[in-house]
């Protein structure tokens, strides 16, 4: 896809803040019709700029109030393919990343309470080639700016 204009960067501004619009009402902040706007955001989709559509989950809703950040290093050397298939049908995982340092990636972890937090810690550790792992445990947040939309 060519670069994105002013109005598509709208678009996606839109989509980001009220991600359950309808394209008319995307259009109507953007000055544009729903079959415009539609147009614009399947040109996006398959050019890939967006990647796709979610739900968020707040997960302390649903009592998953422990969160922790665990460091994990692992012997010798994963492909950052490997590790994904290894931590994205945990669900307490709902981050992971590769990093530079000393560890090999940093995974964002939630779960229900501490005797949950462990025992997502051992089904992380013994998914994959796992030496060791340093886990962070969250006291308060205090900036979050992935927000469910309310």
């Given at each position: 896809m060519d670069r994105l204009d002013d109005t598509d960067e709208r678009i996606l501004s839109e989509l980001a803040e009220h991600a359950r619009a309808t394209f008319a009402e995307i259009g109507a902040r953007v000055n544009l019709s729903a079959p415009a706007v539609k147009r614009r955001v399947d040109r996006m989709l398959d050019s890939g700029v967006i990647r796709g559509f979610t739900t968020v989950v707040d997960r302390n809703a649903l009592g998953w109030g422990t969160e922790a950040y665990v460091q994990v290093y692992c012997h010798g050397t994963i492909a950052p393919d490997e590790l994904r298939r290894a931590w994205v049908d945990i669900?307490?995982?709902?981050?992971?990343?590769?990093?530079?340092?000393?560890?090999?990636?940093?995974?964002?972890?939630?779960?229900?309470?501490?005797?949950?937090?462990?025992?997502?810690?051992?089904?992380?550790?013994?998914?994959?080639?796992?030496?060791?792992s340093e886990s962070i445990v969250v006291l308060s947040n205090i900036i979050d700016r992935v927000r469910p939309e309310g």
């Open positions: 669900p307490e995982v709902v981050s992971a990343a590769t990093v530079t340092g000393t560890s090999d990636a940093i995974l964002h972890v939630l779960a229900r309470d501490m005797r949950h937090l462990e025992s997502a810690l051992e089904k992380i550790r013994s998914s994959a080639d796992i030496e060791r």
